[in-house]
């Protein structure tokens, strides 16, 4: 019998770094907005493009805003109909967070997001990384019928966070998919499927595209720090292919 091979999750920032990550290889698309925001919903355009684009399943980022996973009456509204909408679109899974200032899964509301999601895939992203207690957090997303867990095991990076990754892939048996996600890479990738006996891969593969624009000198449209107005992350095919590579190897 052929031996499984792991699945590659490509998280995408744009509409067209998901058609550039399926033609080199991915088996799911993350599609999101905002890279140097953590990633935020992408518009409804981008995501009804990429289905009718796409053959590949489509999982689609559901985070209102910057800033921290406590939403208010509002945003949680918003949240729900986000998620709506990608299911009456045909997306294939959600990914998103909801915590409650103690540090917890809010529980109550990550089960109205699985009733809404129906047959869709839920994947509680790595907020999960800054709950209080990991072991308890995945507890109470199996308890809410969450269907993965990205995670990088409550550390920077998912080789800083291995061990936990290990312990927690032990905890979710067959319950709930473990799906490590943070500083991988093809000099890595292989070390932590085999330490972890994980399946699915989530990866990034994003190159720095300058503007062929020539700046304006004293006039800037976005805030100082890592955003930059002529500047911006797309997939990176030949990244995308490597690992690929190292995942049939």
């Known amino acids: 019998m052929e031996k499984e091979k792991t699945l590659l999750e490509v998280a995408v920032f744009t509409p067209g ?12 698309i993350e599609l999101c907005s905002g890279y140097s925001e953590g990633g935020l919903s992408p518009s409804t355009g981008a995501i009804q493009y990429v289905r009718e684009k796409l053959q590949i399943p489509v999982h689609v980022m559901i ?3 910057i800033g921290d996973f406590i939403y208010d009456a509002i945003e949680k509204e918003i949240i729900l109909k986000d998620i709506a909408f990608c ?14 200032p103690s540090g917890k899964i809010d529980k109550e509301f990550m089960q109205k997001v699985v009733e809404t999601a129906g047959e869709m895939s839920v994947t509680f992203h790595r907020a999960f990384d800054i709950t209080s207690e990991l072991q308890e ?16 095991g409550g550390k920077a990076s998912v080789p800083d966070g291995l061990d936990a ?4 892939v032990s905890q979710a ?3 709930i998919i473990i799906l490590p ?33 020539e700046p304006k000198d004293g006039v800037s449209l976005t805030s100082h720090g890592e955003v930059n107005d002529y500047e911006w992350y ?4 030949e990244k995308i292919e490597a690992l690929k590579a190292k995942l049939n190897s």
């Open 17 to 28: 770094s998901a058609i550039i990550a399926a033609k080199a290889g991915a088996n799911r």
């Open 63 to 65: 985070r209102p805003r």
């Open 87 to 100: 299911k009456n679109s045909g997306i294939d899974g959600i990914v998103t967070g909801v915590l409650n």
């Open 137 to 152: 957090s995945l507890e109470t997303l199996i308890e809410c019928g969450v269907s993965r867990v990205l995670t990088s």
């Open 165 to 168: 990754i290990i312990s927690l």
């Open 173 to 175: 048996s067959d319950k």
């Open 181 to 213: 996600g943070g500083g991988i890479t093809t000099g890595n990738v292989k070390n932590i499927i085999q330490r972890s006996g994980v399946r699915e891969i989530h990866f990034s593969g994003k190159e720095l595209v300058t503007s062929y624009m």
């Open 234 to 237: 797309e997939c990176d095919s």
